[in-house]
């Protein structure tokens, strides 16, 4: 299997732009999970979905932020309108089942001017 | 929310040095993970566990649930080991689980 796969790897976009980060999970995971990662705050948990399902979004900053899982190997993590403190890495991972063993894609780097 | 602190932020060694780094959570937890990540970023799930002790390889992970307490060990450290090292510890309330409380890292440098 290729892994978690991220797109795009990277993000620069000006403040105010939608920005859709997009993940594809490792096939026959049931859970994914979303991140963020900055200098300041470290790693954050975002959302998880369960079987296609949001289970938890309490991580999600604001109502900027939206994740969607329309399908069992694909996910949407949009932010609209972006602003500079979005810069960060986001990260997709995946696992069979729930907060067990997690597989982590490669991040994407977003830069918001 | 569980406080999760880790020990020592950074931490450079001598190859072959043996490596212990320490993670401390504030409330009970259900499971905690040790990650790793790279240089380049890319994050890898090193162990979890619940309790008792696992190893992989050159890799050991104990906890202390009594205590609050988890370690991570690295026997006969390489330069390739150097990484930043994440504790994550999983919480449950009585709703369910309260998702993952990451601590800041330890920024781990092996010289050769």
């Known amino acids: 299997d290729a892994g978690v796969i991220q797109s795009p790897r990277h993000e620069v976009t000006e403040m105010g732009q939608e920005v859709t980060l997009r993940c594809k999970p490792i096939?026959?995971?049931?859970?994914l999970f979303w991140y963020r990662q900055t200098m300041m705050r470290g790693l954050e948990l975002l959302i998880y979905f369960n079987n296609n399902v949001p289970i938890d979004d309490s991580g999600m900053p604001e109502d900027r932020f939206s994740a969607k899982m329309p399908n069992a190997s694909f996910s949407t993590l949009k932010i609209q309108p972006s602003e500079p403190r979005d810069s960060a890495v986001y990260f997709c991972?995946?696992?069979?089942?729930?907060?067990?063993?997690?597989?982590f894609g490669p991040g994407t780097r977003l830069t918001v001017t | 929310k569980n406080e999760v602190e880790q020990s020592p932020q950074n931490l450079t060694a001598q190859e072959g040095e043996f490596i212990t780094i320490n993670c401390s959570y504030s409330v009970g937890i259900s499971a905690l993970h040790w990650l790793q990540q790279h240089p380049g970023g890319g994050i890898v799930s090193l162990f979890m566990?619940?309790?008792g002790k696992k190893k992989h390889g050159r890799l050991i992970a104990t906890i202390n649930i009594q205590e609050k307490h988890s370690s991570l060990h690295i026997t006969a450290s390489h330069p390739r080991d150097s990484a930043v090292y994440i504790c994550a510890v999983l919480s449950y309330s009585g709703g369910g689980a309260d998702g993952l409380t990451f601590g800041k890292g330890t920024h781990l440098i092996i010289q050769p």
């Open positions: 566990l619940s309790s």
């Open positions: 096939s026959g995971h049931n859970s």
């Open positions: 991972a995946s696992s069979l089942e729930g907060f067990g063993e997690q597989y």
